[in-house]
C-alpha cells in the first residue's frame, strides 16, 4: 500500500521482536494508525531518511514503534498534534485528522496508549497495546 511513497531515499528498517504475545485487537482499525503513522514519518522526511519499525513485548502487551529521521517535531507541535484539525501541512495537504484518529484507535478501541518523543532529526511515536480490548 505504501510501497510507492516509500519508494526513492526512504530505507525501511524492520526490527521485530519474535516472541510477541497475541494480543485481542481490530487489524484494519490498526492497520489505519499504522498507515497514519508512517504516512506522517515520510512526509516530514521528504523523501530522505530512515523509518524505522520496531515491535517488542513488554510482559504481555505489545510496544509497536515507529522512528524518522526527520526535522522533528517542536513543543508547541507536540503538544498539539493529536488534537483533530491540527495540522501544519499546506491547504489540501493535510487535514490533520491522522493523529486524531490514531489516537481514538489506539485508546478507546483498544484500551492502549499512543505517544511522542522528538528532538531535531529524530521522532518516535510508540503505540503501547494490552492484551485486551475490554
Ligand atoms: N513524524 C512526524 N514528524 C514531524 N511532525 C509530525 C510527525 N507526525 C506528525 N507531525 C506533525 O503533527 C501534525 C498532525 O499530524 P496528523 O497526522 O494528525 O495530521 P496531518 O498529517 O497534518 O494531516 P492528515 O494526517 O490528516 O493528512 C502534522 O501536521 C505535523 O506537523
Ligand atoms: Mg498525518
Not at 526513492?8 to 504475545?21: E, F, M, N, S
Not at 484507535?105 to 503501547?128: D, K, M, Q, Y
Amino acid at each position: 500500500m505504501l510501497g510507492e511513497k516509500l519508494r526513492g531515499g526512504i530505507t525501511v528498517v524492520r526490527d521485530y521482536a519474535d516472541d510477541l504475545p497475541s494480543i485481542e485487537a481490530i487489524p484494519g482499525e490498526l492497520n489505519q494508525v499504522w498507515t497514519n503513522l508512517i504516512n506522517n514519518a515520510v512526509d516530514a522526511m521528504e523523501g530522505q531518511g530512515i523509518l524505522r519499525v520496531s515491535t517488542r513485548a513488554d510482559g504481555d502487551r505489545v510496544i509497536v514503534q515507529l522512528a524518522d529521521t526527520g526535522p522533528g517535531m517542536p513543543a508547541d507541535v507536540q503538544a498539539r498534534a493529536f488534537e483533530p484539525f491540527f495540522t501544519t501541512k499546506d491547504v489540501g495537504k493535510g487535514t490533520g485528522l491522522g493523529l486524531d484518529i490514531s489516537r481514538r484507535i489506539v485508546v478507546e478501541r483498544h484500551h492502549g496508549e499512543i505517544g511522542i518523543a522528538s528532538r531535531p532529526g529524530e521522532t518516535i511515536l510508540t503505540v503501547n497495546l494490552p492484551s485486551r480490548r475490554s
